[in-house]
Structures are given as structure tokens and as C-alpha cells.
T-cell receptor, first 114, second 111 residues
Framework: GAGVSQSPSNKVTEKGKDVELRCDPI?????LYWYRQRLGQGLEFLIY????????KSGLPSDRFSAERTGESVSTLTIQRTQQEDSAVYLC????????????FGPGTRLTVL | EDQVTQSPEALRLQEGESSSLNCSYT??????LFWYRQDPGKGPEFLFT???AGEEKEKERLKATLTKKESFLHITAPKPEDSATYLC????????????FGTGTRLQVFP
């Protein structure tokens, strides 16, 4: 079946502009996660959704970052007033409900802020 | 603070030369330890989950093992197509499902 998809695959923007990144999880997966991967660094957790509620937003770096999810479907990560330090690959993952803990990742969106 | 440290940062092997990658972790109560493979420009691909000390899992040339403080990913007779970055992550038993990742080991296998 189809995996996690993300769009766009690449985004180049100017400092100060807002960007929206989209994630389509695997159909039926109730949990959805956003991570950030800066060059040469490990993945950093940003936010976790169970259904359309967000029990853990502890990884969002500032109030410029926000995310929402529609039901158990699409999620959008919005970064307002982008800064150069926001440049990174933004990865989305989803997990089915039940006992399985494995998270399945999408290909990521590479964001470059000039 | 929950932490994951992977070593070495980079590893170069000749095809057929077996070796091991290390993942040391500090976490207050482990719910699970995960291994992923990441190819350049792609998202991480799930390999294994380990839940308790002594557990082992195998897939083709890869075998993952777990102790109370670390995990090893053993690669037996690697091939060039095994070249990738291997990521280790832990899940802590708090009111969250987040994974805490190490920075990875970049493996290159030469023919």
C-alpha cells in the first residue's frame, strides 16, 4: 500500500516568509509525528498527534511553529516569519493504533531559507 | 535527561568484512529501542524494534541485540547496497510517543 507522503519535496523561501508543509499519513494510522533533521544532526521531535488532538507539542521550537491535523488524515506544519536557522529537512511519520510502536516515515520536505 | 549516543560516526568496510554499530542510551524506563536505515535524500526506513534486555532480531545480514545500557547492530558479510546511515532511537515511558534519536552511523561498504 501507499506510504507516508509529504509535499512539497523541496521548498526554497526568503527569510520572513511563511511556509506550509503537508503530510499525508498511511491510511488508517491514528498517530502522526513531525520531526526536524538539521544537516549532520539527529532527528528532533516537534509534535505528536493522536487523531486530531496534540498531546505533546513540547518539541516546537518557538511560537512561529504550529501544526494542525484534520481528523485522522492530513497534517500541516506551518512556520511563520521563517529564519535561516529553520533550514532543515522536515519529516513526518505515522503509526497505526493498537500495540505496534513502529513509526513509518515519509520522504521529508527539504526547507531552505535564504 | 534521555539521551542516545551512536558510535562510530562513520564506518568504512570492505565487502564481506563484518562489523558492529553501537547505540548507548540513557532513559528512565525503556518502552522500546528502534533501528532505522536512512539513504541520502530519503526518510528513515524501519528495521527493528527491541523491547527488553537479551532480545535479538535478525533481517538478512543484520542482527540487532539489546542490553540494559546499549544496543548493537551487527552486519555480517556486508554488501555495497548496505551502505546507508543507520539511526538508533528510544521511546521513553512518558505521556508521549516521541522517539529520541542518536545522530547515526554512516556506513560505507566498498566492493
Amino acid at each position: 500500500g501507499a506510504g507516508v507522503s509529504q509535499s512539497p519535496s523541496n521548498k526554497v523561501t526568503e527569510k520572513g516568509k511563511d511556509v506550509e508543509l503537508r503530510c499525508d499519513p498511511i491510511s488508517g494510522h491514528t498517530a502522526l509525528y513531525w520531526y526536524r533533521q538539521r544537516l549532520g544532526q539527529g532527528l528532533e521531535f516537534l509534535i505528536y498527534f493522536q487523531g486530531n488532538s496534540a498531546p505533546d507539542k513540547s518539541g516546537l521550537p518557538s511560537d512561529r511553529f504550529s501544526a494542525e491535523r484534520t481528523g485522522e488524515s492530513v497534517s500541516t506544519l506551518t512556520i511563520q516569519r521563517t529564519q535561516q536557522e529553520d533550514s532543515a529537512v522536515y519529516l513526518c511519520a505515522s503509526r497505526p493504533g493498537g500495540s505496534g510502536n513502529e513509526q513509518f516515515f515519509g520522504p521529508g520536505t527539504r526547507l531552505t531559507v535564504l | 535527561e534521555d539521551q542516545v549516543t551512536q558510535s562510530p560516526e562513520a564506518l568504512r568496510l570492505q565487502e564481506g568484512e563484518s562489523s558492529s554499530l553501537n547505540c548507548s542510551y540513557t532513559v528512565s524506563g525503556l518502552r522500546g529501542l528502534f533501528w532505522y536505515r536512512q539513504d541520502p535524500g530519503k526518510g528513515p526506513e524501519f528495521l527493528f524494534t527491541l523491547y527488553s534486555a537479551g532480545e535479538e532480531k535478525e533481517k538478512e545480514r543484520l542482527k540487532a541485540t539489546l542490553t540494559k545500557k546499549e544496543s548493537f547492530l551487527h552486519i555480517t558479510a556486508p554488501k555495497p547496497e548496505d551502505s546507508a546511515t543507520y539511526l538508533c532511537a528510544v521511546q521513553a515511558p512518558r505521556n508521549t510517543d516521541k522517539l529520541i534519536f542518536g545522530t547515526g552511523t554512516r556506513l560505507q561498504v566498498f566492493p
